[in-house]
């Protein structure tokens, strides 16, 4: 049996390589698609599903990222999502799957992911694919410690993250907050810690796409 998917992503490629992918593998049957999160919630009021393949990012209109997938969880609360990526960051990875995703997969893997995938989500279970574990450094089957999010930051490690992740030197939010230069460095390496973020690269990837 084939099941029923809805698939929502702003790129028509990857729209039409997840189509195919399910097609040739027989697990899966596309019965509608979205390029928008507006467009994902509209279909998924008219159409019976199994499961949402999903992008996390669609800057087109409605709300994307977590809140998209927060809404997903909220009206449609025993519905497999799985959420196909390009981002690479291992506290985001954790915000994703704290949200009831049971499948991560990144788009630079191969595409036989996506059907053995929504088998295994489909069978209760969580499908995390290669790029995922390798980020995570975690092996497959291996419950996600679901730590290390933002409900773990203090207010002040969280001012300090999207401080710093706005431009702001160390030395500049030591002197507009009026707080020590190294109270300032301390809580910027607390922060990064409890998220195990291991550059600024990843503080402005994680704030970006949290919309901080």
């Not at 195919?20 to 593998?25: E, K, N, V, Y």
């Not at 092996?139 to 207010?155: F, H, N």
């Not at 809580?187 to 600024?200: C, P, V, Y």
């Amino acid at each position: 049996m084939a099941y029923r998917v809805i698939v929502a992503d702003d790129h028509p490629v990857v729209l039409k390589g997840i189509t195919l992918a399910l097609a040739h593998d027989g697990t899966g049957r596309v019965v509608a698609e979205a390029n928008s999160p507006e467009g994902l919630l509209a279909v998924l009021a008219t159409t019976a599903c199994d499961a949402v393949i999903t992008d996390f990012s669609m800057p087109a209109p409605g709300t994307d990222g977590l809140a998209m997938l927060a809404l997903l969880r909220e009206r449609y609360p025993t519905l497999p999502v799985m959420v196909i990526t390009t981002i690479a960051n291992p506290a985001l990875y954790r915000e994703i799957l704290s949200l009831g995703v049971v499948g991560l997969i990144g788009k630079s893997g191969d595409a036989s992911e996506i059907p053995e995938a929504l088998g295994e989500i489909l069978a209760g279970h969580v499908y995390l694919g290669a790029s995922v574990q390798a980020t995570l450094g975690v092996e497959q089957g291996t419950v996600v410690d679901r730590s290390g999010t933002l409900t773990d930051l203090s207010p002040r490690e969280l001012e300090i993250l999207r401080l710093f992740a706005n431009g702001n030197s160390v030395t500049d939010i030591a002197r507009s907050t009026g707080r020590g230069l190294s109270t300032i460095s301390q809580q910027k390496s607390n922060a990064m810690r409890k998220l195990r973020l291991a550059n600024d690269a990843e503080i402005f990837e994680y704030i970006e796409r949290l919309r901080l």
